[in-house]
């Protein structure tokens, strides 16, 4: 594991499994919860991706970075598809209670920021930082409401993975030999094309980290009867947000609403209302032969659907911020790691608001009272 300068890895003991956490070294234990920050990584990643913002952070604060089941260095374990992402939400609450931590500021990413979402709805959170997250119904197979195309969410979960891609995983493929290796799919699906780092190399090692055994990732597919010919079976990562298993809409309903940040790159590939990871969007452009229909299979709105939800949790009395940095990909803390700091610092409530003056980005705010 390449660990930056003072950050430090270490093994959490839970009556669940063992979990990976990162640290700063010199981070305070008995910081209190309101200065305390947790962050949850995306699907086939891990804690590494989160050493550069949390280097960034203020000493003030006290910053972890959790490995969820199945990525970095966390136990492998089946996850259970079925209770969608409650596998990764419960190891989180079980984590954070053997380090000491009742409650903190959440920031999840990807399918992390689905994780924090479902934590949300179980127990107390401070805040919610939503980074290019998972929609609130899920990853495919719904209509912009959040009803579901097939009885079967067909064309969702793990068999949506491309094989090649997961068996690079598996092979621990370091290379750009093809589209479908991991540093290759990583330039083209994580961050904008302008992007460059010299930690490029860690990047790829932290999403090599990713267990490919049965019940991680992608996930078992099977048989339908709709097209494209597969829905989401029971075990695994992708399956964990197929719709029949994950809707977090009713975070509107929360009686005590942590504020939420939410913040996206405006050429993000992987969530967007035309989603390059969204089969149904594949086969409107002919990628993926036969699709039915935008009456059948409609690509699926996520932003849209992200934001309808956020504002109905503004209109029930939630504070709300969207920050849409432009020219951005998937990972904003990677591609625009000042602005994203500054974001977090203010969402959390550790500085003043960001948006005075304005940074050159798009941002909207939604409060209670507007």
Known sequence: MNLFDGIVSRSIETARLSVNILEREHDDTATPAERTVVFIHDTVSSSLFWQEIMQDLPAELRAIAVDLRGFGGTEHMPIDATRGVRDFSDDLFATLRAVGIDTAHLVGWGLGGAVVLQYALDHPALSLTLEAPVSPYGFGGTRRDGSRLTDDDAGCGGA????????????????????????????????????????????????????????????????????????????????TVAPR????????????????????????????????????????????????????????????????????????????????????GHTPHLERPAQFRQALLAGIGYIGTPFDPAPPTEAIIIRSAD
């Not at 149904?280 to 932003?303: F, K, R």
């Open 245 to 328: 298993y994950f809707d977090v809409s009713s975070i509107v309903d929360l009686a005590d609403k942590p504020p939420v940040l939410w913040v996206r790159g405006s050429v993000d590939a992987v969530i967007s209302d035309t989603s390059f990871s969204d089969v149904n969007h594949l086969g409107a452009l002919g990628i993926v032969a036969d699709w039915p229909g935008e009456d059948t299979a409609p690509a699926q709105p996520m932003v849209s659907q992200t934001r309808d939800v956020l504002e109905a949790y503004a209109a029930a009395g939630g504070s709300v911020a969207q920050i849409v940095l432009e020219g951005v």
């Open 160 to 239: 949506t993975a491309n094989p090649d891609f997961v068996q690079r995983l598996t092979d621990g493929d370091a290379s750009d030999a093809a589209t479908t290796s991991p540093r290759s799919v990583f330039r083209a699906s994580y961050v904008a094309s302008d992007y460059s780092s010299d930690h490029e190399d860690l990047w790829v090692q932290s999403m090599l980290s990713t267990s490919t055994a049965v019940g991680n990732y992608p996930g078992e597919g099977v048989p339908s009867g709709n097209w494209p010919g597969y829905a989401a079976g029971p075990l695994g990562v992708l399956n």
